[in-house]
């Protein structure tokens, strides 16, 4: 029993006086040094101290304070407090907060550091036997809680990864789905160190959480991504039956559905603010459409009243109410498509919608007499065939509607596969686009050739069908030489066959 040697913790920034300390006592006791209590705590959670000196006024934090902590963790460990003054409250606090064995007025000789060394070692020695005993059966109580929590853990919650550390950040458990897809198994991690496991700069990083962890006793959370995967980890300090923080449980939980929930609820809200503003500007655009007509049609009402010739005017209301009308289809066909109700997917044949659409179109096609040409690589689709109709037809008639005068209309229609959508391109060498309407032209009731009659609805419908249906349109013209439309429709089959 004479023979162990006390371990003595002696706290000061003044290193000169530690060196003399270390020097004097190195071959008596187990002396060990710091110069602030950072140090302090790290030599209490990795050597056995059995008494301890600290100076009460230093930089960071005052004896007092870390007597506090000691006292909390530590309360076997014998406390002396060393100061030139203390005042009556810090005397106060450091015996009825810290439990202080004593106090050591500056100066001193290194005589009374031994002195009040040696008036313990009985008692230190004569307990120290049952004290290591009670740690070890305390530390194997304590461990076989953590592995219980630990197995509740894992096989009761999917996808939780959790691991064990001890002091030093060697794996002692390690087990869980979301490690399975990490470059170590459960079962070579164990026994490793968490060094040898993740990268430096990473190992640094997370080495200088849990080391505040550790001396702190807060559980620190962070989250990360990795292989486009992301990850919350929370690390939780354990506390030993004897007060020291001697283990860690890390908790990794994959939060990637959750981020993506987030993600898609914030583009959803994005949808909706872009929903309303152009909810706002069609409104505006229906109202003047409509208000136009009926505004023509009540100053006819008022012309025949100040004599204008009856027959007249009701040729001129029957005009404003056709319009009127087209106005009124071309809304309906517009909610119709946003509602996207009734509409059955099918094969559809694309040499018969454009057979029907010429039908359709047959009085604009004579008065223009254009040179349409079809090429389809790809002429069945999976598809709404009303959809189908409409497109073709609002982009034909656009085409016929928009030809240059001193030149033959000539129209080209294709189809291809391109980036695993078939693309549907509509080419023409009619009056063209300045560039600076690009972006305008799919708008509702927007004409940018205010010669030609229309009701600048066309584009409009046709981007409707293609985002309704997760595709795309883009446009590329060139003003006096001709304009190309490419649609690029989305989740359709291709048949085997073709």
């Known amino acids: 029993m004479s023979n162990k040697k006390i371990g003595v913790l002696y706290i000061d920034d003044d290193i000169t ?39 009460q006024h230093m930089e960071h934090e ?32 450091a015996i009825n907060e810290c439990n202080i064995f004593k106090t050591l007025d500056k100066p001193f000789s290194l ?88 990268y430096c700069t990473v190992y640094e990083a997370i080495k200088n959480a849990y080391d505040y962890a550790y001396m702190t006793g807060e559980t620190v959370r962070m989250d990360f991504e990795k292989n486009d995967k992301y990850y ?22 994959e939060t990637t559905e959750i981020k993506n929930i987030q993600k898609q609820l914030s583009n959803n809200i994005e949808e909706l603010k872009r929903s309303n503003l152009y909810l706002d500007n069609f409104v505006y655009s229906v109202a003047h459409d409509l208000k136009s007509p009926v505004a023509s049609i009540k100053s006819l009402l ?30 309906v066909e517009i909610i119709d498509i946003q509602k996207n109700e009734n509409r059955i997917v099918e094969l559809v044949d694309l040499y018969e919608v454009v057979n029907l659409v010429e039908c359709n179109i047959d009085h604009h096609i004579k008065e223009v007499n254009p040179k349409i040409t079809y090429n389809f690589k790809i002429d069945k689709v999976m598809f709404v ?22 030149r033959p209309c000539e129209i080209e229609i294709s189809s291809d596969i391109e980036d695993e959508m078939i693309v549907l391109t509509f080419k023409d060498n009619g009056i063209g686009i300045d560039e600076k309407y690009f972006k305008t032209i799919f708008e509702p009731f927007n004409r ?41 429709l989305n989740e359709i089959d291709i048949p085997n066959s073709l």
């Open 62 to 93: 005052c004896g007092t304070h870390f007597f506090k902590y000691v006292n909390e963790k530590f309360p076997y460990i014998f406390k002396i407090l060393i100061s030139a003054y203390l005042t009556k409250d810090d005397l106060m606090y």
């Open 111 to 198: 005589n009374d550091i031994e002195n009040i060394i040696e008036s313990k070692r009985d008692e230190i020695l004569l307990d120290y036997d049952n004290i290591i005993m009670q740690r070890l059966k305390n530390d194997n109580i304590e461990l076989n809680r953590t592995n219980e929590l630990y197995k509740i853990l894992v096989n009761n919650i999917e996808g939780l990864c959790v691991i064990i550390f001890d002091r030093e950040y060697n794996y002692l458990l390690a087990e869980g789905m979301s490690l399975d897809r990490n470059e170590y198994p459960s079962e070579v991690i164990v026994g490793l160190n968490m060094k040898d496991v993740l």
């Open 448 to 488: 940018i050739h205010t010669k030609v009659n229309g009701k600048g609805i066309g584009l409009y419908i046709v981007k409707s069908i293609v985002e309704q249906t997760n595709g795309r349109i883009t446009v590329d013209s060139r003003k006096g030489v001709g304009s190309e439309f490419k649609v690029y």
């Open 232 to 253: 919350n980890s929370s690390f939780i300090p354990v506390l030993s039956s004897h007060g020291v923080y001697d283990r860690g449980i890390v908790v990794v939980y």
């Open 17 to 55: 006086l530690l060196d003399s300390i270390k020097s004097r006592f190195n071959m008596s006791y187990n002396i060990h040094v710091a110069i602030n209590t950072y140090e302090a705590r790290d030599i209490l959670n990795n050597e056995n101290i059995h008494i301890i000196f600290s100076d």
């Open 385 to 406: 065939e009303g959809y189908l109709i409409s497109l073709f037809q609002n982009l034909i008639s656009n085409s016929i509607k928009y030809s240059e005068r001193s």
């Open 302 to 331: 008022d012309l025949i009243d100040l004599g204008l010739n009856v027959d007249e005017a009701i040729q001129k209301i029957n005009v404003c109410i056709s319009r009127l009308d087209k106005t009124l289809d071309s809304l």
